[in-house]
């Protein structure tokens, strides 16, 4: 069996190539570029992103979670839309044909893109020292960067459909082209900028 087919437990082999998101988009072909996010960025090829919370009680098991998934359960986040995990997957499923339409290309590239150009490298921590509170620079860790990546466009994706009569699935489409170009537009890429200018008056 070649690296790139599966075996399932009743022994039918599948091909990487023939396994689509959403039955549209193909794994095959997407790349992380930054090398500090490849092991926590999971392109492992998937139909459907719903793996039912498997990783739940294990440490640091989000970061084999699906990426898209991981983009899915950001947007059930406040508690309004908590647990309406199909209503986040239509959005997100929505949102890439949006995305494939603006740009032509495959929407799981343009979202790695995205979170890898979203992702602070640095932050500021609070340390007491002596009764005073200091702010103090500090490198953020992978996980957390792509974790901070992905509130920031589920954020910047809310905050654009709210009062506003342009639906949710735009916004979110919007948000990750913007940040998979750097815009300075992107809510993400702002937040990232305005984290990282803090940090570096802190050091």
Avoid at 77 to 93: C, D, E, F, S, T
Avoid at 124 to 134: A, D, E, F, L, P
Avoid at 135 to 143: A, I, K, M
Wanted: net charge positive; charged share 30%.
């Amino acid at each position: 069996m070649s690296a790139d087919e599966y075996t399932l437990p009743e022994g039918i082999e599948v091909r990487a190539d023939s396994i689509r998101l959403f039955g549209k988009w193909s794994w095959v072909g997407v790349e992380v570029r930054d090398p500090g996010l490849k092991r926590y960025i999971s392109l492992r090829p998937i139909w459907i992103p719903h793996t039912g919370g498997r990783h739940e009680h294990r440490r640091f098991a989000k970061s084999q979670v699906p990426i898209v998934e991981r983009l899915i359960n950001q947007l059930m986040r406040p508690g309004r839309n908590g647990g309406k995990k199909h209503l986040a997957y239509n959005i997100v499923k929505t949102a890439f044909d949006i995305i494939y339409l603006e740009t032509g290309e495959n929407p799981i590239q343009v979202l790695v893109r995205a979170i890898e150009n979203a992702a602070p490298r640095e932050e500021t921590t609070r340390i007491v020292y002596g009764g005073i509170t200091y702010r103090v620079s500090v490198n953020v860790s992978p996980q957390r960067r792509v974790d901070l990546a992905l509130r920031f466009l589920a954020e910047g994706a809310r905050n654009c459909a709210f009062n506003n009569p342009k639906p949710i699935e735009e916004c979110l489409a919007e948000e990750i082209i913007l940040a998979s170009r750097s815009d300075p537009q992107s809510h993400a890429i702002r937040q990232k900028e305005e984290i990282e200018r803090i940090a570096l008056s802190s050091r």
